[in-house]
């Protein structure tokens, strides 16, 4: 009714039916410890924002040019870069399988605050609020400013000048495990002969 009749006194109409339109608002938000006042106006501001996401996906404009009152939105996500790659909600399936769509057009309202995005997915565009919209970190090869790091860039360096390494101290890559090892002057290490009873036993005997 709204978009489609001129309301001759949107914020009349608002204030007679605002307490139907916000009824299963109400019938939530009273399970909260919140006195009656509080709930009152975190009710209305809901119901406010939900018309305003209807009006907005049919229009591509807020409550305010309709001359309803705008509602208060926690903007917890600022996303003003054009080409960025965003996720846009779909509450009849899971995030999982939501379509990814690209920021063409930031949609300002009165006050100059971007409340509604343009965006295009699968070769059509649409319009959605903000708050519709998450990021996905991902930006187009247009703005996206990425800095090449080599891969071996933390990698110690290895002086480039010839070695000589002797054929003596070269180990096989087929070598088997028991081979004997190499210190690094190439001599042979030698494990250490350790004294067990039966040896003890035997050096007294022959004594």
């Not at 709204?2 to 009273?30: A, H, N, T």
């Not at 409340?115 to 970190?137: A, D, G, H, S, W």
């Amino acid at each position: 009714m709204i978009v489609f009749c001129q309301v001759g006194d949107p914020i009349k109409l608002w204030e007679k039916y605002r307490e139907s339109l916000s009824e299963d608002i109400r019938r939530r938000m009273g399970r909260d410890n919140r006195n009656s006042e509080q709930v009152v106006d975190i009710v209305y501001n809901q119901c406010l924002i939900l018309q305003e996401d209807i009006v907005t996906s049919m229009t591509g404009k807020s409550l305010l040019h309709f001359g309803l009152p705008e509602p208060i939105r926690e903007q917890s996500i600022m996303i003003n870069n054009l080409g960025e790659i965003v996720l846009i909600e779909n509450p009849n399936k899971k995030r999982l399988y939501w379509p990814l769509g690209k920021i063409v057009e930031l949609i300002p309202g009165r006050d100059g605050k971007v409340r509604t995005l343009k965006l295009r997915c699968n070769k059509t565009e649409i319009i959605r609020p903000i708050q519709r919209v998450f990021p996905m970190e991902i930006q187009s090869a247009e703005t996206a400013e990425l800095d090449v790091v080599p891969l071996d860039a933390d990698a110690p360096k290895i002086p480039s000048s010839n070695v000589y390494v002797s054929e003596s101290t070269i180990i096989p890559v087929d070598a088997p495990p028991y081979m004997s090892k190499l210190s690094r002057y190439g001599r042979t290490i030698r494990r250490p002969k350790r004294l067990s009873v039966f040896n003890i036993t035997t050096v007294f005997e022959s004594e």
